[in-house]
């Protein structure tokens, strides 16, 4: 199974809200990093975070990393229509030797 | 070039026909993924070339599937006789590794392969 999962796997809010997706991975990683895919076409990357760090903001977006259970979130504060997208985390996962991607959130945020 | 390009964008072919996808990755970057995504679905790992070492081959779905990587720079994605199944985007990606550990990966706008 999948390295990453993403949990939701669909998010639909009202725009100006908060948007939290969560992902979950299995063994140790050397970072965790978060991409966004617009109309199915190329992975656009988001933050990259570090297993060392809990916590790294960038502009709207907010991630967390929790290594003892395993998971990272990220926070989209004050939505916009155009943070309509599917939301991929990717871990480097010690010893994988290469990034495993989840299944992604779809993310609708509604006017 | 400025980022990592592929071609063809799209790619519609008979069922049985072989075809070839390219991807040209960001200079110097030494490791290149391909992936194949599916209509609303997530990512599906194909191989995966490090500079010299041997590509990981573990997500290629069957034989008829191979890729290459000539000079640890292009590479080109081969599915020969193809079946419906196939059909999906393909995307391409590189990264730098420094230390064993993987920076972001860069994507291409993929390949959207259509089997008829």
């Known amino acids: 199974s999948q390295q990453g999962e993403e949990d939701p796997q669909a998010l639909s809010i009202q725009e100006g809200e908060n948007a939290t997706m969560n992902c979950s991975y299995k063994t140790s990683i050397n970072n965790l990093q978060w991409y966004r895919q617009n109309s199915g076409r190329g992975l656009v990357h988001l933050i990259l975070?570090?297993?060392?760090?809990r916590e790294k903001h960038s502009g709207r977006l907010r991630v967390t990393l929790d290594t003892s259970k395993k998971s990272s979130s990220l926070l989209i504060t004050a939505s916009r229509a155009a943070d309509t997208a599917s939301y991929f985390c990717?871990?480097?996962?010690?010893?994988?030797?290469?990034?495993?991607f989840g299944q992604g959130t779809r993310l609708t945020i509604n006017p | 070039g400025a980022g990592v390009s592929q071609s063809p964008s799209n790619k519609v072919t008979e069922k049985g026909k072989d075809v070839e996808l390219r991807c040209d990755p960001i200079s110097g970057h030494t490791a290149l993924y391909w992936y194949r995504q599916s209509l609303g679905q997530g990512l599906e790992f194909l191989i995966y070339f490090q500079g010299n070492s041997a590509p990981d081959k573990s997500g290629l779905p069957s034989d008829r599937f191979s890729a290459e990587r000539t000079g640890g720079s292009v590479s080109t994605l081969t599915i020969q006789r193809t079946q419906q199944e196939d059909s999906a985007v393909y995307l391409c990606a590189s990264s730098l590794v420094s230390a064993g550990q993987f920076s972001e990966a860069f994507f291409g706008q993929g390949t959207r392969l259509t089997v008829v």
């Open positions: 975070i570090r297993s060392n760090e």
């Open positions: 990717a871990t480097d996962a010690r010893g994988a030797q290469k990034l495993v």
